[in-house]
């Protein structure tokens, strides 16, 4: 059973504080590995993609992947309550049609 | 505008009655999607369609059907058989092509389907 963990929080940072998520998976031969931001109500929005070791940056957020320790998180430099979200990690593995496996989610709030 | 949409946004449900979902896409990508989500859990795929007239069940597909008789479209029916359909169901898709980017899974607004 492929599996994806995620602290359920909520983890709560000050506004300008950074926000670090965490995601760890079970299954080895995972390749693709998202972030989606959902708030209350709404659909997943895509944020970020990774798929090689290391880190990835766009704007504030930094996604960073080690395949070594089934470990994946996204930091949140500058958070603001515009931030405030559940964060979904989710991961596919090759030779699966791209299917992901989700995590059930980190919510995040930003306090002022 | 390139994108996914879902309709209705919200249906309710009687008992034994059959429901369809609409998902429609214009972003030419051959992979379309069906999740599930329930308050507090992660999305569960329901089926999967990577080419037009082709589709896979995912992990909880029971009482469940769909078609893909065009690209475009990935129309889902939650039949009298799912014992407990009320939940968020979300529509996405896929391109096939490229890069490891092709990995990357679109989502359209959603539908909330209430069981009355």
């Known amino acids: 059973q492929k599996e994806v963990e995620q602290n359920s929080g909520p983890l709560s940072v000050p506004e300008g504080a950074i926000a670090s998520l965490n995601c760890t998976y079970s299954d080895r031969v995972s390749q693709s590995f998202f972030w989606y931001r959902q708030y209350s109500g709404k659909s997943p929005e895509l944020i970020m993609s990774i798929y090689s070791n290391g880190d990835k940056e766009d704007g504030r957020f930094t996604a960073q992947l080690n395949k070594a320790s089934q470990y994946v998180s996204l930091l949140i430099r500058d958070s603001q309550p515009s931030d405030s979200a559940t964060y979904l990690c989710?991961?596919?593995?090759?030779?699966?049609?791209?299917?992901?496996?989700f995590g059930t989610g980190t919510r995040l709030q930003v306090t002022l | 505008d390139g994108g996914i949409t879902q309709s209705p946004k919200y249906l309710f449900r009687k008992e034994g009655q059959n429901v369809t979902l609409s998902c429609e896409q214009n972003l030419n990508h051959d992979a379309m999607y069906w999740y599930r989500q329930d308050p507090g859990q992660g999305l569960r795929l329901i089926y999967y369609?990577?080419?037009?007239?082709?589709?896979q069940k995912g992990d909880i597909a029971e009482g469940y059907s769909v078609s893909r008789e065009k690209k475009e479209s990935f129309p889902l029916t939650v039949t009298s058989a799912q014992k407990n359909p009320t939940a968020f169901y979300l529509c996405?898709?896929?391109?096939?092509?490229?890069?490891?980017?092709?990995?990357?899974?679109?989502f359209g607004p959603g539908t909330r389907l209430t069981v009355l």
């Open positions: 989710a991961v596919s593995s090759t030779g699966t049609a791209s299917k992901l496996t």
């Open positions: 996405a898709s896929r391109g096939t092509s490229g890069t490891f980017s092709y990995n990357e899974q679109f």
């Open positions: 369609s990577q080419i037009v007239n082709d589709f």
